[in-house]
């Protein structure tokens, strides 16, 4: 089954509001048409999706490319794959030069039954800037033989009580009977002695820990990349409440699945 998105994509150029006439020269394209498969059951045999999209006009266009996510949206599942209009059949194009733009989406082997989101994206440039539209987000009813499963926590190693102003660490075990690469996001919530929430400038309540070994821009403390003991720190700034502070772990997988709960009390002195 094929999903058809109809998309018009009408120019906004000028700042002068006055202006009755569009410049024709700086409009950049319109969206014909957009065919991506609403469904797919995989195998070995079958283990491709076809993708394409038609535009009106390419002079601005750099690249159409056609990108896969988990349905939370929070991780892409395979790298970008671009639509060309070269009339090969690597990219499944069936004519050259005609403004429809092809490409193949090859799934793997272990990627679990699921809902996944297909999103086409059109860089292309205007007054001399690289801009990106999103021209369809597609959600795939996805079938394989894997069968998703919900991801374990386990192993906590914290300390029991830590002092201000210096950094502690702490580490979890994470298990997935689908692989780490199913694992989406590793976090911890914090709570106050009052049992208040930390939420912080952000907003942000749920702090990642790391699973990316010790050369790392996160500084998360972690010890060995990729072995599923994921990692962070932590320094309590002088001004907090001392007492018993409350920590909860969690992992979620790609599917939305979240993993058991493990509590640790920290005594900040
Ligand atoms: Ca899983
Ligand atoms: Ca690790």
Same mark, same amino acid.
């Given at each position: =089954? ?5 998309? +018009?994509?009408?120019? !906004? ?7 009755? +006439?569009?410049? $024709? ?27 394409? $999209? ?11 490319? $056609? ?12 790298? &970008? ?23 193949? +989406? ?23 800037? !690289? ?17 998703? @499963? #919900?991801? /374990?926590?386990? *192993?906590?190693? +914290?300390?029991?009580? @830590? ?10 075990? /994470?298990?997935?009977? *689908? ?12 709570? %106050? &002695? ?34 599923? /003991?994921?990692?962070?720190?932590? #320094? ?5 409440? #001392?007492?018993?502070? %409350? =920590?909860?772990?969690? $992992? %979620?997988?790609?599917?939305?699945? @979240? ?6 009390? /920290?005594?900040?002195?």
């Amino acid at each position: =089954m094929l999903s058809f998105v109809f998309a +018009i994509i009408l120019l !906004q150029s000028c700042d002068d509001v006055s202006d009755e +006439i569009v410049n $024709a020269e700086s409009s950049k394209f319109n969206v014909i048409e957009v065919n991506v498969p609403t469904s797919f059951i995989y195998s070995a045999n079958n283990n491709s999706i076809a993708v394409t $999209a038609k535009i009106d006009n390419n002079s601005f266009v750099e690249k159409i490319e $056609a990108y896969v996510y988990n349905e939370l949206k929070s991780n892409q599942i395979i790298d &970008p794959v671009e639509l060309k209009d070269d009339g090969s059949s690597t990219s499944g194009d069936n004519a050259k030069n005609d403004l429809t733009y092809s490409g193949i +989406i090859n799934f793997n082997s272990e990627m679990v039954s699921s809902d996944y989101i297909i999103e086409i994206v059109i860089v292309y440039t205007q007054f001399g800037e !690289q801009l990106s539209d999103i021209i369809s987000q597609t959600k795939l009813d996805y079938s394989s033989g894997v069968q998703n @499963v #919900t991801p /374990v926590i386990s *192993n906590l190693v +914290i300390p029991s009580s @830590v002092t201000f102003s210096s950094a502690f660490k702490f580490s979890v075990k /994470v298990e997935d009977q *689908n692989g780490l690469t199913d694992i989406d996001k590793v976090w911890y919530e914090l709570f %106050r &002695p009052n049992g208040t929430q930390v939420q912080n400038s952000q907003g942000i309540t749920k702090f990642d820990l790391y699973d990316d070994g010790p050369s790392s821009a996160s500084n998360s403390g972690d010890l060995v990349s990729n072995d599923g /003991v994921y990692t962070s720190q932590l #320094t309590f700034p002088s001004g907090q409440p #001392t007492g018993e502070w %409350r =920590m909860e772990f969690f $992992a %979620r997988d790609l599917s939305g699945e @979240v993993s058991n709960k493990i509590e640790a009390k /920290v005594n900040l002195q």
